[in-house]
């Protein structure tokens, strides 16, 4: 079946801009989580939802970046005023309730 | 101290040798275990999880957890060209946090 989606798969913007990150999990699939991945490192957590309900947002750099999944099931996540600093693979999972994620294609953002 | 340690490599081996990859953590309220694999430029991709102390076994691969130590390990048997790859090790202390290690860059040698 239809792994993880997301998109765009590359964004390029300048720094200041908002840009919104958008995923499309696994049908089915109750758990959503939001992971970033710098070149050579493995992938930080950044933010759990279980259903629409975002129940683990430590992982979450600072205020200007935020995530919602409104209706359970496709989830964005934002950055606004973006800096240099924002340039990384944003990687989206998904799993059903308490298994272990598959992780979605990821963004890869250039932020200039 | 990082809660997920892993040498990053690269660990070079002939083929089919062994490879051992190590891993340890840091919280030992940690429950899950998790090795993924992930091919340059692509997505990572579940291998092997383990949750009790000692050895499981699937195929060609082998995870090892002892939790007095707070070490987990890989071990690929007959190692090929094809597993070439970085090897990441990811910990959760309950059901969703997975916390991963830099990865460990293997390469086969033909």
């Known amino acids: 079946g239809a792994g993880v989606s997301q998109s765009p798969r590359y964004k390029v913007t300048k720094r200041g801009q908002d840009v919104a990150l958008r995923c499309d999990p696994i049908?089915?699939?109750?758990?959503l989580y939001w992971y970033r991945q710098a070149l050579g490192q493995g992938p930080e957590f950044l933010t759990y939802?279980?259903?629409?309900?975002?129940?683990?947002k430590s992982g979450l750099p600072n205020d200007r970046f935020s995530a919602e999944r409104p209706e359970g099931s496709i989830s964005t996540l934002t950055i606004q005023r973006t800096e240099q600093r924002d340039s990384a693979m944003y990687r989206c999972?998904?799993?059903?309730?308490?298994?272990?994620?598959?992780f979605g294609p990821g963004t890869r953002l250039t932020v200039l | 101290q990082k809660e997920v340690e892993q040498n990053s490599g690269p660990l070079s081996v002939p083929e089919g040798a062994i490879a051992s990859l190590n891993c340890t953590y840091s919280d030992r309220g940690s429950q899950s275990f998790f090795w993924y694999r992930q091919y340059s430029g692509k997505s990572p991709e579940l291998i092997m999880f383990i949750y009790s102390n000692g050895d499981k076994e699937d195929g060609r691969f082998t995870a090892q957890l002892n939790k007095a130590s707070q070490y987990v390990s890989l071990l690929i048997r007959d190692s090929q060209p094809s597993d070439s790859a970085t090897y990441l090790c990811?910990?959760?202390?309950?059901?969703?946090?997975?916390?991963f290690g830099t990865g460990t860059r293997l390469k086969v040698l033909a």
């Open positions: 049908s089915g699939h109750v758990s």
């Open positions: 990811a910990v959760t202390s309950g059901t969703y946090k997975y916390i």
């Open positions: 999972a998904s799993s059903l309730a308490g298994r272990d994620p598959s």
């Open positions: 939802f279980n259903y629409e309900a975002q129940q683990d």
